[in-house]
């Protein structure tokens, strides 16, 4: 069992920045593919970023592309999203996750994660 929590959400302005982490317990994350997602009021869950096992390959929603950052410390246990230039639209509870798989693969739909933490809310104002 694979137990995640997030943490580092909060109220900013846009054009601040946060860092979300995300912590595992119950196994090692560095075989897996990580994941953040996010939801917003009244709309699905949609794919943000995903980082492969050692954190050598990243992919990212366009509308996050250059903005954001995802970075993993396998010794730690523990993925990071570093968000910078934030809008209001970027408001929503932002959730990490764990690929299904074993291996190099990045992926971004949710059928690819089989745990996934709580989430943490980020909430960017005018």
Same mark, same amino acid.
């Given at each position: 069992?694979?137990?995640?929590?997030e943490s580092g959400g909060g109220w900013v302005q846009a054009g601040g920045s946060l860092r979300l982490s995300?912590?595992?317990? #119950?196994?090692?994350?560095?075989e897996f593919s990580m994941g953040?997602?996010?939801?917003?009021? #009244?709309? /699905?869950?949609?794919?943000?970023?995903?980082i492969n096992w050692? #954190?050598?390959r990243t992919s990212y929603q366009d509308s996050v592309?250059?903005?954001?950052?995802?970075?993993?410390?396998?010794?730690k246990n523990a993925v990071y999203l570093e968000m910078n230039s934030l809008k209001p639209e970027d408001t929503a509870v932002y959730y990490c996750a764990k690929s299904r798989?074993? #291996?190099?693969?990045?992926?971004? /739909?949710? /059928?690819?994660y089989d745990y996934w933490g709580q989430g943490t809310q980020v909430t960017v104002s005018s």
């Open positions: 069992q694979v137990q995640l929590v995300c912590v595992a317990s #119950g196994r090692t994350l560095n953040w997602f996010r939801q917003a009021p #009244g709309k /699905e869950r949609e794919f943000v970023a995903s050692n #954190g050598a592309n250059g903005r954001f950052t995802i970075v993993r410390d396998n010794a798989l074993y #291996g190099n693969m990045l992926y971004r /739909e949710i /059928e690819d």
